[in-house]
């Protein structure tokens, strides 16, 4: 079965450091997602992108963070100087078309990000 | 997108339908009613999804009222693998509203 697959699957990274990661989509997904979750909270939707530009983006997605993709298969989400409270699961998910119809989003099993 | 109402939490036993209830009354015409799951931090996984009509697949069966105002999602015989946060979410599109969820805790 097709997976969304993201890496590192746990990246420990110092204040102020910038972070990349990384994921690899369902290969014929055309719309591509970062969402986050933080310690004990909700998960929360922080942007989407379509056709090599962002589509939508939350509150959350600030100047600090910016999405990519380098090439035909890999969707990065970097994170400049980092803070502590950046501390989250940071999951990545791809769908086929961007509106409900018959299809779904997948997620991937997520990048824990630890910022000490 | 519109908000949904779930319980905090249930149980249920092994082997038997779990029933989980949720409440989206103010569902607009357009809008799915989506279920996931995450067990223990993972990353949420689709359960199933629909628009009006009742749906099934190999996972469960989403039952939701003639109104669209609620629905049910039954998995029809639970296990243990199946200890895990339910989100029943509402929407047009992916930007998935994630709310708190059922903690469905299934008991031998």
């Known amino acids: 079965e097709p997976e969304v697959t993201q890496t590192p699957s746990h990246q420990v990274t110092q204040m102020g450091q910038e972070v990349i990661l990384r994921c690899v989509p369902i290969?014929?997904?055309?719309?591509f997602y970062w969402y986050r979750q933080i310690l004990g909270q909700k998960v929360e939707f922080l942007v989407s992108?379509?056709?090599?530009?962002?589509?939508?983006k939350s509150e959350i997605f600030d100047d600090q963070f910016s999405v990519e993709r380098p090439d035909g298969s890999n969707f990065t989400l970097k994170i400049r100087s980092t803070k502590l409270e950046d501390s989250a699961m940071y999951f990545c998910?791809?769908?086929?078309?961007?509106?409900?119809?018959?299809?779904?989003?997948?997620f991937g099993q997520g990048t824990r990000l630890t910022v000490v | 997108d519109a908000k949904t109402t779930q319980p905090t939490s249930m149980d249920c036993a092994e082997g038997r339908a779990a029933n989980l209830p949720c409440n989206h009354s103010t569902i607009s015409g357009n809008e799915y009613v989506y279920w996931y799951r995450q067990i223990h931090s993972q990353g949420p996984q689709y359960i199933i999804h629909g628009l009006k009509n009742n749906e099934t697949n190999e996972m469960a069966s989403l039952i939701i009222t003639e109104d669209r105002k609620s629905s049910t999602l039954i998995l029809p015989h639970a296990t243990l693998r199946d200890t895990a946060v339910y989100y029943c979410i509402v929407s047009l599109d992916y930007k998935l509203s994630f709310g708190a969820g059922t903690t469905v805790t299934v008991r031998a």
């Open positions: 992108f379509y056709n090599n530009e962002i589509s939508e």
């Open positions: 290969s014929n997904h055309l719309y």
């Open positions: 998910a791809s769908s086929e078309v961007g509106r409900v119809k018959n299809t779904e989003a997948f």
